[in-house]
């Protein structure tokens, strides 16, 4: 029997090579998963935590920096030229529309009414002698004793004496004005300011800004004025057409001390391209002479929505198309929901669109979500513990 020959170090590598290829396909064949398995490991619920759209009072603070501005605010000057003999006002001092606050020398204006009404006098004597003689003419002229032309010409006369008449009426009137002039009263209520201008000086009408007699501020009631961001404005006016009287509360520069309580009193009508914001005027009673005029305080609006759609701000996602959620259906998947949002406060924000009440919407857990994935709801967050919170934040 012939002897076969020995195998070549050729043969025995491949014939090495097929029995790993043959080990290996074994192996893959006994451990790896089928087409369905595999299918179904991807398809598995994404674990997450949820919480329900409510129906619920909303309340939203809107926070901005104010600045205390008088209603108004008056420069006292003198409108007539003279020597100040009185000044009849302390500095800081609280007072009434109508009070008298200084006095200018009246003598010269006295001279000048007391002239002008000798003046209308004169003239109206010599008017009323012109009416009676002007009456004979026109009984002569009935008898033919004088012509038409002399009539005409005394009721000419008659005329110019009644607007001379008109005239000097003017210059008294005049006269009394600037006679009144003399006396300064306050032309609104508040606070006087210091004093520019003391006894014994001589005062004008048209004086520098320096030299004016004093300034009154109007304290009670005063405003505030403030701005709103433009993002802001939205949630402004909803909750103004639903009050008209907004309530505004003005705290100090810390925030610490509540100075004052009043209401929204006014609205520019446009909104500063340069800053983007809109000025807003409220209005304070200020009794309590709390707020001064040109003070920085801290302004407080609370707006509040009895039937707003609220949901935790957590769930809220931001992308190209807009702010979204995703709401999980019946079928525990789960869908993308574009909204309108309103305000936000306290970790809640108002949905006016795109959301029911009792509609759930993923609130941890979303980073591993589709539309359509499936997901499996660990615990609500009204409900969900300390360690639901712990499984749920550890899907993510």
Not at 140 to 168: C, F, I, M, P, T
């Amino acid at each position: 029997m012939p002897i076969a020959p020995p195998s070549s170090p050729k043969s025995r590598l491949f014939i090495a090579a097929a029995v790993c290829a043959a080990l290996a396909a074994m192996l893959a064949w006994r451990f790896w998963p089928s087409a369905p398995a595999a299918a179904a490991a991807e398809q598995a619920a994404v674990p997450v935590r949820a919480a329900a759209a409510k129906r619920e009072s909303f309340a939203v603070t809107l926070k901005a920096l104010g600045t205390v501005t008088p209603l108004s605010y008056v420069t006292l000057r003198s409108r007539v030229e003279g020597e100040l003999v009185e000044v009849a006002f302390q500095e800081g001092q609280q007072v009434r529309a109508g009070q008298l606050l200084a006095r200018i020398d009246p003598s010269t204006y006295q001279v000048q009414l007391a002239k002008a009404e000798g003046q209308q006098q004169e003239n109206l004597a010599t008017l009323d002698n012109a009416r009676r003689e002007l009456a004979r003419y026109r009984e002569l002229k009935a008898g033919h004793y004088v012509s038409a032309q002399d009539v005409s010409n005394r009721e000419a006369q008659v005329r110019q004496l009644e607007g001379r008449r008109r005239s000097d009426q003017a210059a008294v009137d005049e006269a009394r004005v600037r006679l009144g002039h003399t006396r300064i009263v306050a032309p609104v209520s508040g606070r006087v300011g210091l004093r520019g201008i003391d006894r014994g000086n001589l005062v004008g009408a048209g004086n520098a800004a320096g030299e004016a007699i004093a300034s009154i501020a109007q304290t009670s009631p005063i405003s505030v004025m403030f701005t709103v961001a433009e993002n802001e404005l939205p949630a402004l006016l909803e909750a103004v057409r639903r009050q008209p009287d907004l309530p505004v509360e003005a705290w100090d520069r810390e925030e610490r001390t509540r100075l004052a309580s009043g209401r929204v009193a006014s609205i520019d009508n446009r909104i500063d391209s340069a800053t983007g914001t809109l000025r807003i005027r409220a209005v304070f009673d200020n009794a309590d002479a709390a707020l001064f005029p040109q003070q920085f305080v801290n302004v407080r609006l609370n707006t509040q929505r009895s039937d707003a759609v609220v949901i935790p701000d957590a769930a809220v996602q931001f992308g190209a198309k807009g702010n979204y959620v995703f709401v999980i259906g019946a079928d525990s998947k789960v869908a993308i929901r574009p909204l309108k949002l309103g305000a936000a406060q306290d970790g809640r924000i108002a949905v006016h669109e795109g959301l029911k009440p009792d509609e759930r919407v993923v609130l941890e857990g979303l980073d591993r979500l589709r539309e359509g994935s499936a997901v499996e709801v660990i615990a609500d967050a009204a409900a969900g513990g300390p360690a639901a919170a712990a499984r749920a934040a550890g899907s993510r």
